[in-house]
């Protein structure tokens, strides 16, 4: 019997694509292995040099040697704009204008009276006082002065103490001597007192107190303490610088009253005295001593 030999098998590449291509997978299987090794002793020199700096006590950044990767694009976010923008045809619809705001209007606040002190000389006492002459009297210009002294002597008063009641508060208004006693009456005055200037004769000065049976103390008393504070004489023909005379406004009115002629407004050198400062403080001084007499008593 014939004994059959094995053969062994060779590899063989007789055909020359086929040894190309053995040629190019070799070359492929040399360069990865390459690659694997270079990328290996790449990362194996950053670490040994990072072991190094930590025992070194260095600070070393360690730069991966991976390919940089593209930052991401941020997605565009649509602008307000773009979203309100309305497509093309669609109506805008109209802004609506805001109603307009109202300012309230200030209401006037009345201005507190200021607190009179209970210790004062005049406190809890109500004074009347009467500018004599109106809008309807020849006499304008002491019309206008027998009202600003008004005024200055009723501040004065006030700050003693008193209240005040004013017949009249300007130089048009017309009243009648039945209606400035209604005012006093109606306001429950303790005292009154008349102002007016004479007009006679320029050669004559002085002063006098007009006043009716019942208030002549009052009179003595006035025209005393005026002329003692301002130094000027009682008017000649006058008894004692007073004269007994009828008037409606210290018979109606309800308290004491009496009418202070202040000095002769057509005299010239009196007139300027009424009307400088110093001596109308002296007039105002000379009127509150004769009243607070006449209160206290």
């Known amino acids: 019997m014939k004994r059959i030999k094995k053969r062994r098998k060779h590899f063989r590449i007789s055909n020359p694509l086929g040894f190309s291509l053995f040629c190019a997978m070799c070359v ?57 923008t309305p497509d093309i045809g669609t109506p805008v619809p109209a802004t609506p204008t805001p109603p307009p705001i109202e300012t309230p209007e200030p209401v006037e606040t009345p201005a507190a009276e200021p607190t009179k002190d209970p210790n004062a000389p005049l406190y809890g006492f109500t004074i009347g006082l009467d500018p004599t002459r109106d809008g309807d009297s020849k006499y304008q210009d002491e019309c206008a002065y027998n009202l600003e002294f008004a005024k200055q002597l009723k501040q004065y008063l006030e700050s003693k103490g008193a209240t005040v009641i004013l017949t009249r ?53 006035l025209i005393k303490a005026y002329t003692e504070a301002t130094g000027i004489k009682k008017q000649a023909g006058k008894s004692g610088g007073i004269e007994n005379k009828s008037d409606t406004v210290a018979s109606e009115c309800g308290c004491p009253c009496v009418l202070l002629v202040m000095g002769n407004w057509d005299n010239k050198t009196e007139r300027s005295n009424l009307q400088d400062d110093a001596f109308r403080d002296r007039m105002i001084k000379g009127i509150y001593e004769a009243l607070l007499g006449r209160l206290k008593k």
């Open 28 to 84: 492929l299987a040399v360069g990865l292995v390459v690659g694997v090794i270079c990328l290996a002793v790449g990362y194996g020199q950053d670490a040994i040099a990072f072991i190094k700096a930590q025992l070194n006590g260095t600070p070393v950044s360690v730069q991966a040697t991976l390919p940089p990767t593209a930052a991401p694009t941020d997605t565009p976010v649509p602008t307000e704009s773009a979203i309100e």
């Open 169 to 221: 508060e300007d130089n048009e208004i017309e009243i009648g001597n039945s209606a400035r006693a209604k005012i006093f009456k109606k306001a429950n005055c303790d005292i009154a007192l008349r102002l007016m200037c004479n007009h006679i004769s320029s050669k004559y000065t002085g002063s006098y107190v007009q006043y009716l049976k019942k208030n002549k103390n009052y009179a003595k008393a």
